[in-house]
């Protein structure tokens, strides 16, 4: 057991979890969360200054991975030191993300083809390479998908963001069906608006949906706007 650590947990100690987008927000909580459990920790991460700093944060074991989950090349290369390091991948996490608020009428080809290939395509290309480095062993693995309450709720400036999400609970919904009958769990978690650097400037509930279920999702344009963070109506 790592020194000033709690006990491993029986599931996840000295197994090895790939995290995509681990260098900072969410996936950064939960490499650290794992790690701590016992686990190995694999990170792709497109940002170098995110990687630097975190693995100062996390410390040595972390084995890290610079490249772009949108790059079919880059995911499997962060595969490989998985692979030749721990022997494969038993869980991995989706969570490479990015964002940007603007009308569908304003949005540009390239804002639309960063989001949706980072959010939707990335998790694509990471979970068919985990299927196909899957073992025929039988062992219980899983895959965790963080999509969004933006996958079931619409709000004004998030038209990329919406439609990814979407897709990564409908392939979510799909891979659960495929590779369950490989003992493999696929399961997709819907935050709203959670602290991180993605989410700063927005003062809004949470987390981890801010009540936003049970009292509607207001519209993130309206706190943007409001707060300054877009000059258009």
Same mark, same amino acid.
């Given at each position: ?32 969360a794992v790690l701590e459990k016992g686990a190995n920790v694999v990170v792709l991460e497109i940002?170098?200054?995110? =990687? ?12 890290? *991975? ?49 989001? $949706?290939?980072? %959010?939707? !395509? ?15 062993? @039988?062992?219980?693995? +899983?895959?965790?998908? =963080? ?12 038209? +990329? ?6 897709? $990564? !609970? +409908? %392939?979510?919904? $799909?891979?659960?069906?495929? %590779? @369950? ?21 927005? +003062? ?8 936003? *279920? ?20």
């Amino acid at each position: 057991m790592r020194a000033g650590l709690s006990a491993p947990v029986p599931e996840l100690a000295g197994r090895t979890v790939l995290v995509t987008g681990g260098g900072s927000g969410i996936c950064k909580g939960i490499a650290a969360a794992v790690l701590e459990k016992g686990a190995n920790v694999v990170v792709l991460e497109i940002e170098p200054a995110h =990687i630097k700093a975190a693995a100062e944060e996390l410390g040595p074991e972390v084995v890290w *991975h610079e490249g772009s989950v949108g790059v079919a090349a880059d995911v499997e290369a962060a595969f490989a030191p998985a692979i030749e390091r721990f022997g494969g991948v038993d869980h991995l996490v989706d969570n490479a993300g990015t964002a940007a608020v603007a009308l569908v009428e304003d949005t540009t080809e390239e804002a639309w083809d960063l989001i $949706v290939d980072t %959010l939707l !395509k990335g998790t694509f290309l990471c979970t068919r390479e985990f299927a196909r480095r899957l073992p025929d062993d @039988g062992a219980p693995r +899983s895959v965790v998908n =963080i999509s969004s309450l933006n996958a079931v709720a619409a709000t004004d400036g998030m038209g +990329s963001y919406c439609a990814a999400k979407a897709g $990564v !609970k +409908s %392939l979510t919904e $799909v891979c659960a069906g495929e %590779l @369950g009958r490989r003992n493999v769990r696929v399961n997709a978690i819907g935050p709203g608006l959670v602290g991180t650097p993605l989410g700063e400037g927005f +003062s809004v509930g949470r987390p981890v949906d801010g009540g936003q *279920h049970v009292r509607g999702l207001h519209s993130y344009w309206d706190v943007a706007f409001a707060q300054g963070l877009v000059e258009r109506p």
